[in-house]
């Protein structure tokens, strides 16, 4: 399991450098078997805001990006598209130093200054593996109030230290950022204080708005708790938040997805969201897999189910896989305006597909 040492350091109070942590830790509960520390990142690349973009007056196949850098106004020359005013880029100025290597000047393009370049992920050193799917082509946005004028580096926490926990079987207590910073916590002989991680008081019941759970085995399914979010405005989730699921290598979809996978890696519970307006009925189930059925996953992946594993259905139809991935028509997506929120405990031989 990944966990950003930035982050462990917040929980724990601690400034311990990263060697330290790992040879105090070492053999006394928990294991540090990797250690992942960027070699390669970019120097001299700010956030900046689009201010206007427009095409390049020489080239049809170039454009024209003005940025408010904080300290003024400059213009890149780039050939992205997928840039429109109010955006928050990276800003390579001059004399910068890509991911890569290389450095960055002023250059003449087509009769144009243009003051240094807009940043792609690739340039910025970023795996592409935890790019959000609307950041791999062009230029890299950054998320809505990112502030203009502060080092990319810092605000994507290129500058932190993941480290790579091994857990053992009989350490499950273990598999969460939570359970890691409490036995870190132990082994230290430090505080943890867990006030970040206290449930917030429940607001007063809405009401179930005419929603039923059916469990057909109380031993395939100790629990299912089902809350309705209703309201929702699905957007990117904040840098903080994307940068603490990069940490964990997980990739940023959106503010719902991601705050699900969020809870799951700080508790160790796993959540999942469906889309209210996709599910057949207004019920949620658990039950036994049969025969043939088939669950065309989130991956895009078509299942071929049996009575060897568990299924979440709403009304007849299968809407999951228990415990382990939702389905694809009933993911959520920007049209999303109400959430079914499932959390649930499943029997563990039960949990495959």
């Keep these: 399991m990944n966990v950003s040492y930035r982050w462990l350091k917040q929980l724990l109070g601690i400034d311990l450098d990263w060697r330290d942590y ?9 294991a540090v078997e990797g250690v992942h520390e960027r070699q390669a990142k970019p120097a001299g690349v700010i ?21 408010d850098t904080g300290g003024g106004q400059v213009a890149v020359v780039t050939a992205a598209t997928n840039l429109k005013t109010g955006d928050i880029v990276p800003w390579a100025r001059p004399g910068a130093r890509l991911a890569d290597g290389r450095e960055v000047g002023v250059a003449e393009l ?16 970023l795996d592409a593996r935890l790019v959000a799917e609307y950041n791999r082509e062009g230029i890299y946005r950054l998320p809505a ?21 091994e857990i053992m079987p009989n350490r499950p207590d273990c ?8 036995e870190s916590a132990v082994i230290l002989g430090t505080e943890f204080d867990q006030a970040l991680f206290r449930p917030p008081v429940r607001p007063d019941a809405g009401g179930d708005g005419g929603w039923m759970v059916d469990i057909a085995d109380a031993n395939d399914c100790r629990r299912f708790s089902l809350a309705l ?15 603490r699921l990069q940490s964990l290598g ?3 979809v959106n503010n719902v997805v991601d705050v699900t996978n969020y809870v799951m890696f700080v508790t160790g519970q796993p959540l999942h969201a469906y889309d209210c307006r996709k599910l057949p009925a207004r019920r949620l ?8 059925e088939k669950l065309v996953t989130l991956d895009g992946t078509e299942r071929t189910l049996d009575s060897g594993v568990l299924v979440i259905t709403s009304g007849q139809a299968v809407v999951g896989a228990a415990g382990i991935m939702g389905g694809l028509d009933s993911e959520v997506d920007g049209c999303t305006t109400e959430v079914a929120l499932e959390c649930a405990v499943f029997a563990l031989s039960l949990i495959h597909i």
């Design 22 to 30: 790992v040879a105090r830790v070492a053999g006394r509960g928990l």
């Design 175 to 182: 598999f969460s950022v939570l359970g890691i910073a409490r």
């Design 285 to 292: 189930g658990v039950r036994r897999g049969r025969e043939g």
């Design 250 to 252: 997980v990739r940023p």
């Design 145 to 165: 109030g990112c502030p203009v004028g502060e080092d990319v580096s810092a605000l994507l926490s290129l500058d932190d230290v993941i480290l790579e926990f």
């Design 229 to 243: 979010l209703t309201g929702v405005k699905v957007g990117d989730s904040p840098l903080w938040l994307q940068n």
């Design 47 to 67: 956030s900046a805001r689009v201010s206007g973009f427009r095409p390049h007056p020489s080239a049809d196949s170039l454009w024209l990006a003005d940025l």
């Design 110 to 125: 087509r009769g144009v200054t243009s003051w240094g370049m807009v940043c792609s992920y690739a340039e910025l050193g």
